[in-house]
């Protein structure tokens, strides 16, 4: 089985810096692209930042300067730094993994894409 493990968010101040974190099961083995989205109220889900396994990047335009995502292909963990935060970054952030190979008893098993069960982001004085 595969899952997606987020820590992380929090409560901070316009200007602040929170890392965000996703670790993937055990299990698991191999993530083709790791990604952040994030969701506020009332909006739908969108891209904040993508990595694959080679470490290529991209990243949404409202976050570029600000935001760096980063990943430990050994350890199939996802990070993302966020910097000099503003109110409208408030939202829940999911991490999404793209194509994974993990173990399932003595089987080698394929997942197209496994999504985190969020962590919220509060920016607010």
């Known amino acids: 089985q595969v899952q997606l493990v987020e820590s992380g968010g929090g409560l901070v101040q316009p200007g602040g810096s929170l890392r965000l974190s996703c670790a993937a099961s055990?299990?698991?083995?191999?993530?083709?692209?790791m990604a952040w989205y994030r969701q506020a109220p009332g909006w739908q889900r969108e891209l904040v930042a993508a990595?694959?396994?080679?470490?290529?990047?991209d990243y949404a335009d409202s976050v570029k300067g600000r935001v760096t995502i980063s990943r430990d292909n050994a350890k199939n963990t996802v990070y993302l730094h966020l910097n000099s935060l503003k109110p409208e970054d408030t939202a829940v952030y999911y991490c999404?993994?793209?194509?994974?190979?993990?173990?399932?008893?003595?089987?080698?098993?394929?997942?197209?894409?496994?999504w985190g069960q969020g962590t919220l982001v509060t920016v607010s004085s």
């Open positions: 990595i694959t396994s080679g470490g290529s990047t």
């Open positions: 999404y993994a793209d194509r994974l190979s993990y173990y399932s008893g003595r089987d080698i098993l394929s997942a197209l894409d496994a």
């Open positions: 055990r299990s698991v083995f191999r993530i083709d692209t």
